[in-house]
């Protein structure tokens, strides 16, 4: 079964952890399948999904045990907020075993990588699964883009250097000598999770698919926008008039947002005007990620669209980085 096939709709799972999971498992992926890095399938069968679709359903209504492996987690990092959901699911949901998580290889006292989970199949498969989970935002100007114009927020890592790091080292871990020394008998099959968001100018052709992505870049991925703040205040101009706007605490940077009255007025992630999104995100060094919510019928707040809003030399910065 495609894993982009969602066995239960987020708008079903009212609790931001649970969402936050049932995304991880089911949103597409960044990256498009190629030789030798297959997708990760979270669930194998029609049955499988109604499995996973009920144990989503009653953890929702239930998330105390969840909450709790967060807490004694207490990640702070968006990737390691992934890695203790998707930690969860393998440990807890059916039809999955896990055999380990975050199993080190090392030679000679130099730690060589780390195998981001090891598990069996109710079928007996054994499956390696290596996960990441990435923001990039494309500073491309004119033609088709390529991996290199997809730059991280901070400048700090670009989309072709970690498909590299996947394809031709972390995927390839439980094939070495030294993972054999470990006792985990095989074989394994590698497979990657590449969940998160690519985010496209404003205006740009290719926010809505009409210039092509680059061929390593699922078609169906979440997209979102950036745009200066100089230009935030005519851009969210243009929006729907019964929008509201949130900036996100990096932890709420997976699911699209759905929230209450009352997370919508206090605390992280409260409904703001966009003059006082500006005013907020100003105070930020680097770029920040702000969502659009729109109020349903069911009185909840759902995210219509997110997008980064960056400082004004930031493009510039960005397109040097992605030039090196």
């Known amino acids: ?89 393998v440990g807890h949901a059916p039809s999955l075993r896990l055999v380990a998580a975050n ?29 990441a989970v990435k923001c990039y935002l494309c500073v491309a100007t004119s033609g ?30 439980t094939r070495r000598d030294e993972f054999a020394s470990l006792g985990h008998a095989g074989p394994w099959r590698a497979q990657m999770l590449v969940k998160g968001w690519l985010f496209y100018r404003a205006g740009d052709a290719r926010a809505n698919g009409a210039i092509a992505d680059p061929s390593e870049v699922e078609a169906d991925h979440p997209r979102g926008f950036w745009v200066t703040r100089d230009a935030w205040p005519a851009f969210a101009g243009a929006q729907r008039g019964d929008v509201a706007w949130a900036v996100l605490p990096r932890l709420a940077w997976l699911a699209p947002r759905a929230i209450d009255e009352a997370a919508a007025t206090q605390g992280p992630g409260a409904l703001l005007a966009a003059d006082a999104v500006l005013a907020q995100v100003a105070e930020q060094p680097g770029p920040s990620l702000v969502a659009a919510l729109a109020r349903d019928d069911d009185a909840m707040w759902r995210e219509i669209t997110r997008g980064f809003i960056v400082p004004d030399d930031w493009p510039e910065r960005a397109a040097a980085f992605a030039a090196r």
Not at 116 to 128: N, S
Request: hydrophobic residues 50%; glycine residues 4%.
């Open 1 to 89: 079964m495609n894993a982009a096939a969602s066995p239960v709709p987020l708008s079903a799972l009212r609790d931001a952890a649970v969402r936050d999971l049932a995304w991880l498992l089911s949103s597409a992926s960044l990256l498009a399948p190629s030789a030798g890095a297959p997708l990760a399938q979270p669930w194998a069968s029609v049955a499988d999904a109604a499995r996973t679709a009920a144990w989503l359903v009653a953890l929702d209504a239930q998330p105390a045990p969840l909450h709790d492996a967060l807490a004694q987690a207490r990640p702070v990092r968006l990737g390691r907020y992934a890695e203790c959901l998707l930690g969860y699911f």
């Open 103 to 131: 199993l080190p290889l090392r030679l000679n006292g130099r730690t060589l990588g780390e195998c981001d989970f090891l598990i069996e199949t109710a079928r007996g498969e054994r499956l390696h699964w290596e996960l």
């Open 144 to 173: 088709a883009a390529s991996l290199v114009d997809f730059v991280g927020p901070n400048l700090a890592d670009r989309f072709d250097l970690k498909r590299a790091r996947l394809i031709d080292h972390q995927l390839l871990l």
